[in-house]
């Protein structure tokens, strides 16, 4: 399998035919048994097997959305930038613009406790937006979305992908698939197919 820059590629199949097992392989919270992971950079294979998962330029919005429940929005936002919450002017700045791209504008301050479940998917989409990372796995990122936010939420990726940044997506929405894949493959049985 390969992804370009720029491009998404998205990976379908049934429930349990490994498409989240994939994405953790990639992101190295799963370690691969056989095979390469890697990144093609200036014409060299840089090999990720032997990176952890924060070594590797990659960043993964999962199903579960990863929220730090105690943390107000713009903490949960920030914590892509900086681990430890020191942001300057510019980066504060950079949390209200996605907010506001992501719809919730005015609610910086607010607990993930408060937000329905399409809200919280949209602070965790902005979260992966804004780490500016090379490649961005989405594990069925629009689920709990309306029809509008969803559209919304495309064209943030979108905007992701004509920046330079490759996607791979697993959904098992067709309306997802249409709207972003530039590609597609099947997994069937532990192997990725031509779709």
Not at 116 to 128: E, F, I, K, M
Request: glycine share 10%.
């Amino acid at each position: 399998m390969s992804l370009m820059a720029g491009q998404c590629l998205a990976v379908q199949g049934p429930s349990g035919a490994g498409k989240s097992t994939l994405l953790n392989l990639i992101a190295g919270f799963l370690s691969a048994c056989s095979g390469e992971i890697g990144w093609l950079t200036d014409g060299s294979l840089i090999r990720w097997n032997s990176l952890l998962p924060w070594q590797r330029p990659v960043t993964t919005v999962f199903q579960e959305h990863n929220l730090f429940e105690h943390l107000p929005l713009w903490a949960n936002i920030g914590m892509g930038l900086h681990p430890g919450l020191k942001l300057n002017g510019a980066q504060r700045q950079q949390i209200e613009q996605v907010l506001d791209d992501v719809g919730l504008a005015g609610m910086a301050d607010r607990l993930p406790g408060a937000l329905s479940g399409g809200q919280r998917q949209r602070v965790a989409l902005a979260r992966a937006w804004l780490r500016q990372k090379p490649l961005l796995l989405l594990d069925e990122p629009f689920t709990g979305l309306d029809v509008h936010t969803r559209e919304q939420m495309w064209a943030g990726v979108k905007r992701q992908c004509a920046a330079g940044v490759a996607v791979l997506l697993v959904s098992h929405d067709s309306e997802d698939l249409d709207a972003l894949a530039d590609k597609r493959l099947r997994l069937e049985k532990g192997m990725l197919v031509a779709s």
